[in-house]
């Protein structure tokens, strides 16, 4: 069973996700600053990641269900959906890091690695939906 998605979903899924970053940075725009984060940089990164990170799901998805399953594709597409995910919050954290509190590095620390599981937690879910045999 393949398993494709197509591009007027993967350009909703963008339009989607920059409208939440657009709110998003306004609701952290003066945290950001008070915390020596370049707010502008931060959303520069967050939004130019998102074509990458939706390609990146899409083929994701694609490699899981294909009937290959390619081994390679599917740690490709994993390694750049998790860095397109990962790099504004890693920015955060390197610009912050002497200015941040504990409990500030506590809550990027989950975040990174809720996104880390999640992705884990998914490409799993689709492998095991593709081929149940395997389970």
Same mark, same amino acid.
């Given at each position: ?23 998003? *940075? ?17 959303? *520069? ?36 959906? *998790? ?6 919050? *890693? ?45």
């Amino acid at each position: 069973m393949k398993f494709t998605i197509g591009s007027k979903t993967r350009f909703r899924a963008m339009l989607a996700i920059w409208g939440y970053d657009i709110l998003k *940075f306004l609701a952290v725009f003066k945290v950001m600053q008070g915390y020596g984060i370049n707010p502008w940089l931060f959303f *520069f990164l967050d939004m130019v990641t998102v074509p990458p990170y939706v390609m990146g799901w899409s083929r994701l998805i694609t490699s899981i269900t294909g009937e290959v399953r390619a081994f390679g594709s599917i740690i490709t597409w994993s390694l750049i959906t *998790f860095v397109s995910s990962t790099a504004p919050y *890693f920015y955060a954290g390197f610009a912050g890091r002497r200015s941040f509190p504990h409990e500030a590095w506590f809550f990027l620390i989950l975040i990174l690695i809720f996104i880390t599981l999640n992705l884990i937690r998914k490409i799993y879910r689709a492998r095991k939906a593709s081929c149940p045999m395997d389970s």
